[in-house]
């Protein structure tokens, strides 16, 4: 037997490392022999703290929201007694949770089951047989095709087919080229490549090496965020493991190929997502994207032939490799192969990482990985590819994930951030809230998104303020049309979109609040009053005591009321109500 | 992105008036004098070292790596991670994400505010607490989330972050308790 924790940035906030400590403390106790082993993360961030008990068969009980308690009743129960805590599992082998079934797991592969910090752990998994396939049996156009057949494309948002690029490098004339991992995730609302260094380092590092035979590169640089630290520290295990074991250096397998890479943090600007930024960034100037062409298989990091691909693109290499780009290109749909991490995230019921074929359905990835909306509201939109997507409103539930379709949408298929929203999230604020991130982060180069950003976000501020103004709408469509056409890279040309699908699928709500000065989510505080239903209230005087401008008065046992011109909207009184009472309402 | 001095409460070049000792950043300097494109991992590791980015440090690599402080300036504003001045013993840096937005990160900005008596950006008068925004910290699935000192906590109530807060100057309380004793 062994157990198994999730350690992960999720696992560790939701307070893994101390459910580690009970165990381990009583794992001592009891002065049993058994082996705790940290793994990364596994996807069910909704469940966190994760605790896997694996029998001897190979069988694996999970328990999710592992408190001490918990942990120490595991121990009794299914450890030494041998009988699984029924309350508290939430997947088993036998019964997997609906949340895990319809995934399929190519890139997380080894993400939540193995320890990412031994490499043993990772060769055991079947890992660097990829590279020793690569190295002994393949030429680097072989290598190249096999990539070409799977089908892959760049997972970081654009979805450029991987195969052309690494040719494009190789074919590069140059005494030096690159492999860059961009790591960067800068998207609000993803974390798929955090949770993919952290879970499976070595998976990434060997798709880079792969890389690297294949376009003729010898040197490597990981450009990884400075917001992960745990990933970085993973990473630089890894790196270090893998040198020891020969995996990275000279002469690798015996192969004269050689190939070494290194770890640059980020600083914390979106914009480095971009390639011609990021490589502006590590070479240590201020992130600024250029003009394309020349493309940086051409001209990249120092003026050298240079392969970006993102860590997801990466990730899946190897099993590519392993298993046939055939078996990769025979997930997904015609145009849009393979398989796509998403992180689900926002007003769904269970958030967390997922890995689904390219091209099911909206609907299930929402309604059956995700098991629907939050208290079960009613579904309002999902938003596909943070800060450049758009939002995709309940009538397009059944369009099918792939490229293509989300583009048609008008949103993109993006990094892989979806962020469900349900009716009480104001579309109109979303687009504020977006046009509030872009306008921050535009690098400042192009006049169209430096002005124009900072415009549409004005006019979005004052309709959420009650101050639009008949026009608008066809004002911020005028705007949208500008700053795309006048934007040299992706931030700007994709900064209207959260504002041109918003529009087109909720022109109501924008409506709404210029012409009736109503919010019809009742979210945007200029456009809404708290008031306390005088049937329902009891006068209990929890929220009077609760308010923290005293705007609320009212004599023991009557009904109270709230002074309009006092109240901050603050909502307080709204969540100290009594549910039994539930008397303040918005309107 | 970029420099505040528009919103005139710039710090950026402002002499930091205490006496800062330079000599703490000369193993750092060897270890990249030299090294192209190593600018950014040396202001890295200079904030690592004071905490922030003081003028005469910026000054100071210039002289010794032969740089432009002007240059140094373009680069270090240009990036969210590098502060000119001072932070408090704890940085809070509350999430901003999306997912974290549609979630109420805005309450627990107004709870955070009101328990530290600081706005969005400030730091508190006896020093511990500097309040930050982030913009993602990838925490997604435990919205509302803040990042205190490098941890993690979510998902957050307005209640749970006053709670964590009090927690932190309770301990501190008793710390220097200790040490009077």
Known sequence: MKLRIGLGSCGIAAGGLAVLDTLESEIKNRGLDLEVMNTGCIGMCHNEPLVDVIEDDGRVFTYGMVTDKIALQIMEDHVAGGNPVEEHLVSATDKPAAFMDGQVRVALRNCGVMDPESIDEYIKQGGYEALTKCLTQMTPEEVIEEVKISGLRGRGGAGFPTWFKWNATRQAKGDKKYIVCNADEGDPGAFMDRSALEGDPHGVLEGMIIAGYAAGASDGAIYCRAEYPLAIRRLEIAIEQARERGMLGSDIMGSNFSFDMYIKQGAGAFVCGEETALIASLEGERGMPRLKPPFPSESGYWGKPTNINNVETFANIPWIIREGGAAFGAMGTEKSKGTKVFALAGKIKYGGLIEVPIGIPLRDVIYKVGGGIKGDRQFKAVQMGGPSGGCIPAGYLDTPVDYESIMALGAIMGSGGMVVMDETTCMVDIARYFLDFTQKESCGKCVQCRIGTKRMLEVLERICEGQGKPGDIELLEELCVMVREGSLCGLGQGAPNPILTTIKYFRDEYEAHIHDHKCPAKQCKALIEYKIDKDKCTGCTICAKKCPVNAISGDKRQPHVIDEALCTRCGTCIDVCPTKFSAVYID | ?181
Do not use: W
């Open chain 2, 1 to 181: 992105m970029g420099c505040c001095c528009s919103q005139g409460d710039c710090n950026v070049g402002q002499q930091s008036g205490d006496n800062i000792a330079l000599n703490l950043l000369d193993d750092v300097i060897a270890e990249y004098r030299g090294a192209a494109g190593s600018l950014i991992p040396v202001l890295q590791k200079a904030q690592d070292i004071y905490g922030y980015l003081p003028a005469e440090v910026i000054r100071y690599i210039g002289r010794q790596m032969d740089v432009k402080p002007a240059k140094i300036f373009g680069v270090a504003t240009f990036y969210a991670q590098f502060r000119f001045s001072p932070v408090g013993k704890y940085l809070i840096m509350l999430c901003q994400g999306t997912a974290c937005h549609v979630n109420g990160s805005e309450k627990i900005e107004t709870a955070l505010s009101e328990e530290l008596n600081i706005k969005m950006g400030e730091t508190t008068d006896d020093g511990l607490f500097t309040l930050n925004d982030a913009a993602c910290l990838g925490c997604c699935s435990l919205a509302p989330v803040m990042m205190i000192n490098g941890r993690a906590y979510g998902p957050l109530t307005p209640d749970k972050a006053r709670s964590i807060i009090k927690d932190i100057y309770a301990k501190e309380k008793e710390a220097k308790e200790g040490v009077e004793q």
